[in-house]
């Protein structure tokens, strides 16, 4: 193999260009031609590629998204727009692919691989929600922003006696809830993944209040429902002052944690030799501190839950 490239497909997240920057100087350092797709899978259909060398991927390690750009692509889900960008990869002689992003770009990686390109997955999203992963590239950073902001409410809340709702990303999972509201001490964690009821969530904030505590704190996944709604509900309901602060887009950014950074890199440099050793159809992967090669069928196949037992000792400690 003398010539791979390497893509962002998706929602970005951090760690992604420390990932870029590993993965080209990893295969430079092996002889091998890299090169760059400029906003995903949109970028590949449209033939958007730069050549990278070493100077390419300097400064990046500690920013945040993609300096590749990323998007979505609607012709991509078309075999028709597919088979243009492997005309285009071929026309480039290049021969692997390198493919940075969630479920969405994982499954498209595996549907380029149908059509014999040769590739390898990293998993890269703050969701933290691909299977055979125990962390994706992006979470750890995401998690820290909630985390700080939490701790900042924490701040106000106490000082006005308030219920303090805050909403973090996870529309069809909660790990970033799970765990930041564990880390943050939150009194009540709402995720998609448990059913919940909003009257003995007014319950326990009332108990609460009985017990001596002057406020609470309440993070809600954006898939569990809306924490304004809820808000609003918990005011009418109880009669204890509500405010609600949604973070949004915010967890998508900043420079990557030390974690990330780490992650990332240790996964690229494993994609990269994986590729040169002649293996693809895979996703490199994080288990018990090791990479791992996971099929990337398995990947984008399984869905990865939440910890249970996290869940319980978030319960736990509320009391």
């Given at each position: ?27 430079l ?78 499954t ?49 809340a ?5 219920v ?22 939150a ?47 918990i ?80 319960n736990?400690?509320?009391?």
């Amino acid at each position: 193999m003398k010539k791979i490239a390497v893509i962002t497909s998706g929602g970005d997240c951090p760690g992604m260009n420390a990932a870029i920057r590993a993965a080209v100087r990893v295969a430079l350092a092996a002889g091998i031609e890299v090169w760059g797709i400029k906003n995903g899978y949109a970028g590949m259909i449209n033939d958007d590629m730069i050549n990278l060398d070493s100077r390419s991927v300097g400064d990046i390690i500690q920013k945040g998204g993609t300096f590749l750009g990323t998007a979505r692509s609607e012709e991509f889900k078309t075999l028709a727009g597919r088979q243009k960008a492997v005309a285009n990869l071929q026309k480039h002689g290049i021969e692997g692919l390198i493919i940075i992003g969630g479920d969405g770009s994982l499954t498209g990686a595996k549907l380029l691989s149908e059509l014999g390109i040769k590739m390898v997955g990293l998993p890269g999203t703050i969701d933290n929600d691909i299977w055979g992963t125990d962390y994706t590239i992006g979470f750890d950073t995401a998690v820290n922003t909630a985390l700080d902001a939490i701790n900042k409410l924490r701040d106000t809340a106490s000082s006005h006696g308030r219920v303090m709702l805050v909403e973090v990303m996870g529309r069809a999972c909660g790990w970033i809830a799970l765990t930041a509201g564990l880390a943050g001490g939150a009194e009540t964690i709402l995720i998609p993944e448990q059913p919940f009821s909003p009257d003995i969530i007014c319950k326990q904030l009332v108990e609460s209040r009985a017990k001596g505590k002057k406020y609470s704190i309440v993070v809600v996944a954006e898939g569990a429902g809306s924490a304004v709604k809820l808000g609003e509900y918990i005011l009418a309901k109880t009669g204890l002052e509500t405010r609600v602060s949604i973070l949004g887009h915010i967890q998508r950014g900043g420079a990557p944690t030390v974690s990330d950074r780490l992650l990332a890199s240790r996964l690229a440099e494993r994609a990269v030799t994986a590729l040169l050793a002649g293996r693809s159809e895979i996703m490199i992967g994080y288990q018990n501190n090791e990479c791992v090669e996971v099929p990337i069928a398995e990947a984008v196949g399984k869905k990865k839950d939440i910890d249970p037992e996290l869940y319980r000792l978030a319960n736990v400690l509320a009391q």
